[in-house]
């Protein structure tokens, strides 16, 4: 569905202002400010009402979000192996901790796998060794159901042994064979090496000691970082969070606003001499201020919204140069299937999720709301551009095309009382052909507590459409307006629990959140039991083609195989996905692009020229 870039839809739609803008301010060369040191500060705008609240790389589902994971953990804490090269969703050798996996099978017919890390050093000088992924792991293990990307069944819980070679050599022997490719992009990105030497410990106080060796032990130093973690007041003060082996650690925190502040970690091998000397993330309380500080010149990397796009040429001519942020991703309507909350037996119906996706025109959508500049795809496997990895051909196109009268029709014919604009009851309650549906009695409604946000006008939009479409043939919604930094934890607030507040969640970011798994082959959003399993779906035939994602000869056969069951099932309804951010950078600030599609951000790239 995309069509053109965002900077030359911009450009296109607001041309006569650049002579404005230019005699506002005139034109001159953007340049980033100095730091204390003489060196090159560069200010970067954080998530609207979401800055980093919370410091520990072994993230819970509450912070599995952008704000922490990939702009503030990863700068620090980087996993062994990383994805996202040039702008392209593939796997980015140069910049792992490991070398690429050496991956065998053994004579049982188990995946083995070899990894020998780089040769790394933490910030206080000591070397990176397998200790340390040791103490990741024996932690992880004793608190696996606490750790964001966790699903049952799968890492750890797939590994039956650890061997710890050398210094820089372990081996992981897995329960069976699985996917080089699912186990590159999904299972092993979540091991993240953590200075054993610094931080086992169990209070602040106390000595550092092997605590983690013992089940006891791992969870007492767990809980003892996680407390530290969440102490905002401390973050850039606790000697803990100075030990990286990234290229940044932390030099301010502002608890109140949010502001952060990463300097160079003098240990890391930088890609380049010339470097900023001070990165700084600035918070703001809603896109209108962010929006302000830009277009005052007061921030070098910032975003312009959907709705200002007209800013553009003022904005170049300012200094700025302009470049989507496309993002390999998918989101929309999420369903609440929780076992016992009194919307899942009537969303658990297929026909009411064909009804319920009729009443949805994508074209409009993306024409309407995002300027005809959305990537569109009806499964979970993301189609950035339309030029996506394994897309299929099925989930290229819209399964259930916009037709209010094959809406009513699937409703009628189940025995529901249609009343457009109202309430649609059951009439008919039953499990026959014609009934509607097991666990829907007699005057069950179609009316469902909504989730959504008006800190983005743009999606504020996308609901208020979704909510009078659906009143077309009687479907009432209830809606709750959350900031947009709520989203994932009102959504997370629901996994493992019978009942849920929550029907449905109109959630544009619902994947990807944390950075593993960069491969989308449903373990993580789908699997009943999966920790980030938003809906509460558990579906065995939808498991088994997940489990054959993972363990598959021919993967692209086995995931395509999923993608087209979850096309046609859609639990969850799949909307246009538009660029992450339309990005404004100082043009004199080299690096910054391409911007990458997993949402990340290295600033160890960046350099003023």
Not at 136 to 150: D, H, I, Q, S
Not at 266 to 276: D, L, S
Not at 343 to 365: E, F, S
Request: glycine share 8%; charged share 15%; aromatic share 12%.
């Amino acid at each position: 569905m995309r069509r053109g870039s965002l900077a030359a839809k911009g450009v296109a739609l607001g041309l006569a202002l650049a002579a404005a803008g230019a005699g506002a301010s005139g034109v001159a060369t953007a340049s980033t400010g100095r730091g204390s040191s003489g060196g090159t500060t560069v200010t970067f705008a954080g998530l609207v009402g979401e800055p980093p609240t919370y410091f520990f790389p072994m993230y819970t589902s509450a912070y599995w979000d952008t704000g922490y994971v990939p702009w503030a953990s990863y700068l620090m804490w980087p996993p062994i192996y990383r994805w996202g090269n040039a702008g392209r969703p593939v796997f980015n050798e140069g910049i792992s901790l490991a070398l690429p996996p050496v991956i065998s099978t053994d004579a049982a017919g188990d995946s083995v796998v070899t990894i020998t890390l780089k040769k790394r050093r933490w910030s206080d000088g000591r070397p990176v060794t397998t200790r340390d992924v040791e103490f990741w792991m024996n932690l992880l293990r004793v608190e696996k159901t606490n750790f964001a990307p966790y699903v049952p069944g799968s890492f750890p819980d797939n590994v039956k042994s650890v061997s710890y070679l050398s210094s820089r050599t372990f081996r992981l022997v897995f329960d069976k064979h699985y996917s080089s490719y699912w186990l590159t992009g999904n299972e092993l990105t979540q091991i993240t090496p953590i200075p054993q030497h610094a931080w086992d410990k169990t209070s602040a106080k106390g000595p550092v000691g092997n605590y983690d060796l013992t089940p006891k032990g791992a969870r007492a130093v767990y809980n003892f970082l996680q407390g530290q973690a969440q102490s905002k007041s401390t973050f850039a003060t606790n000697p803990l969070w100075q030990v990286v082996d990234g290229p940044w650690h932390i030099t301010s925190y502002n608890a109140t606003s949010g502001e952060i502040s990463f300097g160079p970690s003098p240990t890391y091998p930088w890609p380049q001499k010339q470097k900023i000397s001070t990165f700084t993330e600035l918070p703001f309380t809603s896109s209108t201020a962010e929006f302000s500080a830009l277009e005052s010149g007061t921030i070098d990397v910032g975003y312009v919204p959907l709705s200002s796009l007209r800013a553009i040429p003022s904005l170049e001519a300012r200094g700025y140069k302009i470049a989507d942020w496309t993002q390999s991703a998918f989101g929309g309507l999420i369903f609440q299937y929780a076992k016992d909350d009194k919307a899942a037996p009537i969303l658990g119906q297929l026909y009411v999720r064909q009804a319920l996706t009729h009443l949805i025109d994508m074209k409009t959508i993306n024409d309407k709301i995002w300027g005809g500049l959305a990537s569109y795809a009806s499964g979970p496997v993301p189609n950035p551009s339309g030029r996506g990895l394994y897309v299929s051909a099925a989930e290229r196109k819209d399964p259930y095309p916009y037709d209010v009268q094959a809406a009513r029709s699937l409703l009628t014919s189940h025995g529901w009382h249609v009343v457009p604009n109202g309430t649609s009851t059951c009439e008919r309650p039953g499990t026959g052909a014609s009934d509607c549906g097991a666990g829907i009695a007699r005057g069950a409604k179609l009316s469902f507590n909504v989730i959504g946000t008006e800190s983005s006008n743009s999606e504020y939009r996308l609901l208020q459409y979704l909510v009078s479409s659906f009143s077309a043939v009687g479907v009432h919604s209830n809606v709750k307006l959350v900031p947009d930094a709520s989203l994932a934890s009102d959504a997370a607030e629901c996994i493992g629990k019978t009942t849920c507040p929550w029907d449905m969640e109109l959630w544009m970011g619902e994947w990807p959140l944390g950075w593993t798994p960069y491969v989308e082959t449903g373990g993580n959003t789908f699997a009943c039991g999966a920790a980030s399993n938003y809906l509460s779906l558990c579906n065995a035939y939808d498991d088994k083609l997940i489990a054959a994602n993972h363990s598959s000869s021919d993967p692209v056969k086995a995931l395509e195989q999923w993608e087209n069951y979850m096309v046609r099932e859609q639990f969850q309804i799949y909307l246009p996905i538009p660029p992450y951010r339309v990005v404004a950078y100082r043009s004199n600030l080299a690096g910054v692009t391409p911007l990458d599609p997993y949402l990340q951000i290295f600033p160890e790239d960046w350099h003023t020229s």
